[in-house]
């Protein structure tokens, strides 16, 4: 499958699951009292500490392997088992400890449902390794497609018949049993059942460095709502979690559908032209321009925004919004160095870059935590500023690429961007920053911002011009 074609099919996986998350986040918050989600966001950040070694990077081994044998796959498939089966088991023993320390028995029964979430991952997670590596983007969507649908249905159903925060983790539960079971379906016949050994030295010297990096990744990403929520109260950790989840919607939406892509096609075209520098430029070229766009209208928009999804319960969001929304402005350009450094093997590269972030960031959100949660926001615009600037400057030597050139692709994304804030500027001034129509208020600036968006890119001539009018072009052929 073609780099195109594949990432159609990302966006197109990306943006179902993006629909159904949103809906039933929608839902969720209308049902749920920010306690009660904030209990459940503490505990999924303690969780993703376990989640981090959850396969020891075996999944992405199998996707960058240059000679795929079957005692390789054996061996992958002995690790991801092995280790489901192990943390499971570790979840369980932990369970009352964590429940004990927070004062909050929910969280001890969220814990022994992810648990069993654990023992099932291993029975999806090597096919869609392997979907991933031979680009079967078509699959990999219906696969996704299908567990995002079964977890909304049921959270969506538990929340509304008042069962609490356990209905999300059961919807999770449910998510990661639906994607197993079409697993097995697409898993190919060759691939065999029986694990092995043989090879799992091979396996573990690539992953274990990777799940180092990961388990840095996740102590830097899940420190403000753990800080949050000894050193202030729940709520706090909801009204952040709400923000920060509104914000990420541009790693969900864009990077991952994008980065989906990138892993296998900077692995291929490392190993056949030897340098990615090209197709690394072009694909930040392309999310700088719409992230800065997408973090533009949150900044402008925010109060509209959280209304409409969440509810007015959650209006301590909106300056978290429009500051983490900053905070992600600054670090779009650096966000494909991770999967450029993985495709070339670089797995020393990532864990410095790594162990920095969390160097950086543990301590600035200790300190602003004890202060408030905007402080805690505000100390992420910071730290983007760093690691931004480390990363790229890192990516730059192991691919090739100058930062003049980097400087001038990031150039056009800006020019485009100053263009496309206007229409939201401007719908600022005539609405107000918290408007009584946040509907119509939103619905104006988003309008005004995507018509700036598309005559900034034919005005500049952005990278994202020929992108346009080869989609007009497919368009007008099948007219």
Request: hydrophobic share 55%; with cysteine.
């Amino acid at each position: 499958m073609s780099a195109r074609k594949s990432l159609v099919f990302s966006f197109l996986d990306r943006y179902s699951s993006l629909v159904i998350s949103i809906i039933t986040s929608m839902i969720v918050a209308r049902l749920l009292s920010p306690v009660e989600i904030g209990v459940f966001s503490v505990t999924m950040v303690l969780l993703m500490y376990v989640q981090s070694l959850r396969d020891m990077g075996a999944g992405q081994y199998l996707v960058q392997e240059r000679e795929l044998t079957t005692e390789r796959i054996r061996s992958v498939w002995a690790v991801q088992l092995g280790l489901g089966i192990f943390l499971a088991l570790l979840v369980l023993l932990a369970s009352y400890p964590v429940a004990a320390f927070y004062n909050d028995s929910r969280m001890g029964d969220i814990m022994l449902v992810i648990a069993l979430s654990y023992a099932i991952n291993p029975f999806g997670s090597l096919t869609y390794a392997w979907l991933m590596r031979e680009m079967r983007f078509e699959s990999v969507a219906l696969m996704r497609f299908s567990a995002a649908l079964s977890g909304a249905v049921v959270t969506i159903w538990m929340a509304w018949r008042g069962y609490g925060p356990i209905s999300l983790a059961v919807g999770s539960l449910t998510s990661t049993a639906a994607n197993a079971l079409m697993a097995i379906y697409f898993r190919p016949k060759s691939f065999p059942w029986m694990p092995g050994i043989r090879e799992i030295k091979r396996v573990l010297a690539f992953g274990s460095k990777l799940s180092f990096s990961s388990l840095a990744a996740v102590l830097a990403g899940g420190a403000p709502e753990l800080f949050l929520g000894k050193l202030q109260d729940l709520a706090s950790v909801g009204f952040y979690s709400r923000a920060n989840g509104l914000v990420q919607m541009f790693y969900r939406l864009v990077i991952d559908a994008v980065a989906a892509v990138c892993l296998p096609w900077f692995s291929k075209r490392s190993r056949e032209d030897g340098t990615i520098s090209e197709p690394f430029l072009n694909a930040t070229a392309y999310v700088s321009a719409v992230g800065w766009f997408f973090c533009s209208i949150l900044i402008c928009q925010a109060y509209s925004v959280v209304n409409i999804l969440y509810g007015n319960q959650w209006n301590d969001s909106v300056d978290l919004v429009r500051i983490l929304a900053l905070a992600t402005a600054i670090g779009v350009p650096a966000s494909l160095c991770h999967v450029a450094l993985l495709s070339l093997g670089a797995v020393n590269a990532i864990a410095l870059l790594t162990v920095l972030g969390a160097l950086v960031t543990v301590p600035l959100v200790a300190f602003a935590a004890f202060h408030s949660a905007v402080a805690v926001s505000i100390s992420a615009v910071f730290i983007s500023v760093i690691m931004a600037s480390v990363s790229l400057i890192v990516t730059s030597k192991h691919i090739g690429f100058s930062l003049l050139s980097l400087g001038k692709t990031l150039l056009k994304s800006a020019e485009v961007t100053l263009i496309s804030a206007i229409g939201p500027i401007v719908a600022i001034s005539v609405f107000g920053a918290t408007p009584e129509n946040y509907f119509y208020a939103l619905l104006v600036g988003c309008c005004l911002g995507i018509f700036g968006f598309v005559v900034g890119v034919y005005l500049f001539k952005h990278p994202l011009q020929r992108e346009m009018e080869l989609v007009w072009l497919k368009i007008n052929s099948k007219s």
